[in-house]
């Protein structure tokens, strides 16, 4: 092949990440919407003479970055990013209910906005789990009124999922749309991703896999980027919008040298 060959670069890449130290992958992103690399390097300059012009010039401080954006998130991108393992257990949840949820299912269903969660006459209230608090610590408003006034808990009593309310909470939430809020217990196989202070996203190798369009022949060629040392961001944004596309996660990593080399980066053009 021609060292002339032209070739032009529009697949995303398939990106694995691999544990330096024991060589095993840790990730990989198949669902990337964005991959793109960038070099960068500063000069400065020796100048004199009239005018003070540009005479030498030194090429320093390279730097490189890896920008990818992720169609999808994961739990295991989530572990990456945060630099710590994924945790599983039970958890304390925070609920806010105030709809009424079908419990003869598991797990329970919301009915929706169709069915607002209502005290009856007698004061009685049906929740979708059992509360980890007393009923004297479970905060009712009324639904016009939500995290205002809260109602009346002296008297309420609790059997499982069945909240009642005593002489002066009826008097105020009784046959009216209510809003509950109190804390329930998660199942054992609850995951919890934890960002701390102290722990960030560690180093790893890169390999990436796309293909290239050959001028000449029209046809796709693989090609394969490898980067032996990556810092791996500990940046992350999350975003939850109600319009639009879904929102990606990018990544921006750090592309360091090598530990035995002074290479950054690799880019094979190979055949099948």
Known sequence: MSLNTKFGAKEVMDVTLYDMQTGDPFIS???LK?????????????????????????????????????????????????GMAVAKGQQTLHVRQKTEFDTSKEPVVDKGLNFPLVCSSAGVIN??????ETAANIRVYLADDDA???????????????LT?????????????VVVYYTRKSSENTEVYTVTADKFAGTYKLVGETVIRNLNTGKDEPFQVIIPNLKWTSDLELGFAAEGDPV?????????????????IQMIKYEY
């Open 29 to 31: 992103f198949d669902t």
């Open 34 to 82: 964005t991959s793109s690399i960038s070099v960068t390097a500063e000069k400065v300059y020796a100048r004199g003479g009239r005018g003070n012009v540009k005479l030498i010039t030194w090429e320093l401080n390279k730097e490189a970055t890896l920008t990818i954006e992720d169609a999808l998130i994961s739990p295991r991108s989530l572990e990456l990013v945060t």
């Open 127 to 132: 929740l979708a789990w059992t509360p980890i």
């Open 148 to 162: 205002g006034t809260r109602v009346d808990m002296v008297g309420a009593s609790l059997a499982e999922k069945q």
């Open 165 to 177: 309310l005593g002489e002066t909470g009826i008097a105020t939430a009784g046959g009216k749309k």
């Open 248 to 264: 990606t996660t990018t990544f921006e990593c750090e592309i360091l040298r090598a530990a035995d080399s002074s290479t950054m």
